[in-house]
């Protein structure tokens, strides 16, 4: 890990170099290179990602690939995985990749195996969601429970929301809610038609301190003692955190907390029990697969040679616009109705992670870090916001994913969705020459209009797009998907000489909101 400033480096000179001498156009490129595509596309299992749509030739790739190299990115893996603690500012190790791996290695923070806790907590997690989705474990009133609301917040909120919608076809009867924004409104539209009988809560919170997460659940449990007696709290609410002690003062039962630790951070925490609501709403087994599935990305990530590696290559590829096209945002565009949440999910990921102008060495950068993720799914936004990115005058890379089978088999969809997905992509690259304007003008009958026309449906193309095609919607895909992600994420950070895994930028608000409050 070279705590340096990465544009001191001869590989981002010559990349800088490269950008000005070798300017990619899609369509030239293709037509050369009949083989791009497959030079380009890359593949672990179900899991495939498609860069030949993109500015780039192998050169640029190969000199991308230098630049970690020269910032010592594989070293900086090692350090990850082997829970070195990364995560500087707050002293921390960072190792959420740990909650998913299921070898016998040892895994040490502070020299203990944590291997044990791991373990234990997983246990807990499938013991408990077992229980509650057979009706073993029931209600104040001997009902078992139908409905599982989860308070929390940023970490504690977007991921397990996130999968629960995610792996929703293969959800059982408990129906699960979330209540995370200081949103009165919103929690008593969410409480509106539960019955205090068979609901419960799944609080989660890694500090037990956050002001939102705090009033949410001394709302629910307002709500939740109208109909009952103080003494069945412990039957209704369970809680996620690291904060035991105030956990208990609250009054959640000592066996119902599941523990967290703090080399794990919020934001990459739904492997732990942060995502208890997930086991409870799809049962442990798919839990356990979303864990294997994140685990064979986080074993490719870590052994394979970076001009292999899916999330490396990736997160080089938004380096390349972030840092010399100067593009300052990249669309996440999912074309599954099922990763609605998927989105701010990775907002806070990448947003959080990133957004940062110091350097590990406390110096402020004089280069960009971290970019603007945004995005909606298709082909919703083809309808909203595409206009934009196809004519507009922002250069604004694209991450299409799609799913080669749909979950229902509802074929005629599926085809018209991955229709759409694949010519999005088609016209960002290619666009529409002022010929084939004319030419269908013609065609069309209208062909006096064409001077009128003409320049305003003409598409200069050269748009770049990625393409991350998966197999089918499981737990498993969905996991390595994430877990591609994370690593992208940490691979960028790396490169900009940042830390990921602090957020004292959101710290200072939740002061200031209390200050003011008071
Ligand atoms: O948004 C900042 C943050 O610290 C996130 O990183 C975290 O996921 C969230 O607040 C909630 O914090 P907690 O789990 O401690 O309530």
Redesign the pocket.
Known sequence: MKKINPTKTNSWQKLKKHFLDEKVVLKKAFQENPNRKKELSFVLDDFSLDLSKNLISSKTLDLLIGLAEEMQLKNAIEKQFKGEKINHTENRAVLHTALRDFSNNKITVNKKNIRSEITETLNKIESFSKKIISGELKGYSGKAFTDIVNI?????DLGPKMVVQALKYYKNHLNTHFISNIDGDHSAEILKNLNTETTLFVV???????QE?LSNVNFAKKWFLKSAPEKEIKKHFVAVSTNINKVTEFGIDNKNIFTMWNWV???Y?LWSAVGLSIALSVGFSNFKELLKGANKMDVHFKNTPFNENLPVLDALIGIWYNNFYHSETEAILPYSQYLEYFVPFIQ?LMM?SNGKSVDNNGEKVNYQTGYVVWGNTGTNMQHAFMQLIHQGTKLIPTQFIGFKSSLYGNENHHKKLMANFYAQQEALAYGKTKEKVHLDLKLNGQADKIEKLLPFKVFDGNKPSTTILLEKLTPFNIGMLISFYEHKTFTQGVIWNINCFD?YG??LG?ELANKILG
């Open positions: 929390g917040i940023g970490g504690s989660v919170s890694k500090t037990f301190t956050t997460t951070g919020g934001r925490s806070q959080e957020q959101v710290e939740k």
